[in-house]
């Protein structure tokens, strides 16, 4: 029974589309994120939602726009799709406070736009 | 702008010896140390943290040492295990209206030689 679980695992799509990485989260967590790992491996966050409220947005482009339906689930949909989006996405979700917590991951969604 | 640095990018260890992987950071503000360990193709898992009030967290084989006066963190697993191959990142923890953001080190590739 997956905690954190993503789907798709694997996308390959071309430049100038629109698609979505969808994440649920079964550990009754209020706070979902999602991270990016780019080529020189490196995780960097780019939001994090508490209760389906966007509370960290690290300068992420407008073609990233996360969608929280409620406090289970954090999708992500990115719009006009470039080459430099070829990443692998992971989605994570911890409690909200106590303020030392740590974050439980998805498997990762791996983007390859060609 | 890198933070949280964990400056050897692989580490190879005979199975039974100790591991000691390294991390410093350089912003005073973080109060929280988590260590994930990734198996290839899968998220990261949360394997061992420490507060910054405390200066060592031991948990089984693993323990993390953490010297605030200089910036630095290790993991000390002992005695490695086959098992333990994979890739250990440190991640420093700040708080923002409730959202924990981690900042990664890009990783260190444990190998464990039988």
């Known amino acids: 029974d997956t905690a954190v679980s993503q789907t798709p695992k694997y996308l390959v799509t071309q430049m100038g589309n629109d698609k979505s990485i969808k994440c649920e989260q079964n550990?009754?967590?209020?706070?979902m994120y999602w991270y990016k790992q780019d080529s020189k491996k490196f995780l960097k966050i780019m939001f994090s939602y508490n209760n389906k409220e966007l509370i960290i947005n690290e300068t992420v482009p407008n073609r990233f726009s996360p969608k929280s339906p409620d406090k289970a689930h954090l999708n992500l949909h990115i719009n006009s799709l470039e080459l430099g989006d070829s990443a692998v996405y992971f989605c994570a979700s911890s409690r909200r406070g106590p303020r030392n917590t740590e974050a439980f991951f998805g498997q990762g969604t791996r983007l390859t736009v060609v | 702008d890198q933070q949280v640095k964990q400056n050897s990018p692989s580490l190879s260890v005979q199975e039974g010896r100790i591991s000691i992987l390294n991390c410093d950071y350089t912003n005073s503000m973080f109060d929280y140390f988590l260590w994930y360990k990734k198996y290839p193709a899968e998220g990261p898992t949360f394997l061992i943290s420490?507060?910054?009030?405390?200066d060592k967290n031991e948990d089984g084989r693993f323990t993390v040492f953490l010297n605030k006066s200089a910036k630095h963190l290790s993991l000390h697993i002992v005695p490695s295990q086959p098992g333990d191959s994979a890739v250990y990142f440190c991640a420093a923890s700040s708080f923002d209206q409730g959202a924990q953001k981690l900042v990664f080190g890009q990783g260190t590739r444990l190998t464990i030689n039988p």
């Open positions: 420490i507060s910054s009030i405390k």
């Open positions: 550990l009754g967590h209020d706070t």
